[in-house]
């Protein structure tokens, strides 16, 4: 029996889900589960198209880079045991980091830069009512679009503000407040560059990047609409508790579905495709001028 040799690249996926389950184990560590979930899926969307491209990596980390690699990890995991908080976004972009950095090395960021600038992205996403709290309009506006939605549905609902009553089908009243964090601006700042960047990546001509950016964004504030609507339907049938993990949850996986979808058109259609020659073809050279002898 020959023992079992794993790829430079499953060792890489390996390394990174461990480094992002272990803080389950850490006392006073432990994982944010939304923000984890956000983060592998966002991760999952990258890979999906660049696997073959992480399969095909050369460098590796020295031993001075693994050593640095794991002590940015530890030093990750002793900094949210000592302040004793869960490890969330901002974390898992540092471990992301440190096990690139132990499994490839620094160099290979040349690859692995797009994907750390989604996690920032990301993160500046969830951090955005820190600095423009005020969200009126955008709530109020969202209110009543989705009070005009479910009326077009059958369902009856007003609208007071941010606020959308509706009727369940028992009879009683419920009230869905679009509150700041439920208006998705953040996912649609995070997934609108998420759609984005990997078609950057490709180097698209100029006159491609503002279509690729509106559609881009575009599509992410549909789709945030078309979520919303499902959330409330979801409220309405099956209940405060089915509603809840649905708007949790459910929105990730429809941006994301969005971005595949884009990713699909955008490569067809908006990113130039490189031309190649079919197999066994050669580039034809130039014929050199003969002269006959005793010729000028």
């Known amino acids: 029996m020959y023992p079992l040799r794993l790829s430079r690249s499953s060792v890489f996926g390996l390394t990174l889900s461990a480094a992002f389950l272990l803080p389950l184990a850490i006392p006073n560590v432990g994982l944010d589960i939304q923000y984890f979930f956000v983060m592998v899926v966002v991760l999952a969307a990258w890979f999906i198209i660049k696997w073959d491209a992480v399969k095909k990596i050369t460098e590796k980390g ?74 009126t309009a955008l709530q109020d506006w969202l209110a009543g679009v989705m009070a005009t939605a479910v009326n077009a549905l059958g369902i009856g609902a007003t609208v007071t503000g941010d606020i959308v009553t509706m009727n369940l089908p028992n009879g009683s009243p419920i009230y869905l407040e679009l509150a700041s964090a439920c208006t998705g601006l953040q996912g649609i700042l995070a997934f609108g560059m998420l759609s984005t960047m990997t078609l950057l990546d ?7 990047i503002i279509p690729i950016f509106v559609i881009g964004f575009a599509g992410a504030f549909l789709i945030n609409i078309v979520r919303l609507i499902i959330v409330f339907l979801t409220f309405e049938y099956f209940g405060i508790a089915a509603g809840t993990s649905m708007h949790v949850y459910f929105g990730y996986l429809i941006f994301v579905a969005w971005v595949l979808v884009f990713w699909a058109i955008a490569f067809k259609y908006l990113v130039p495709k490189q031309t190649t020659l079919p197999a066994g073809a050669s580039i034809p050279t130039p014929r050199q001028p003969s002269f006959a002898p005793g010729s000028p």
């Open 62 to 135: 020295s031993i001075p880079e693994m050593i640095a690699g794991c002590a940015i990890i530890l030093a990750d995991y002793a900094y949210n045991a000592i302040k004793v908080s869960t490890i969330g976004v901002d974390d898992m972009i540092v471990i992301f980091f440190g096990v690139i950095v132990l499994t490839y090395g620094i160099r290979s960021l040349k690859l692995f830069w797009v994907p750390l600038v989604y996690g920032l992205v990301l993160l500046s996403g969830y951090q955005i009512e820190k600095y423009a709290p005020n969200y």
């Open 202 to 208: 490709m180097k698209p001509r100029w006159s491609r």
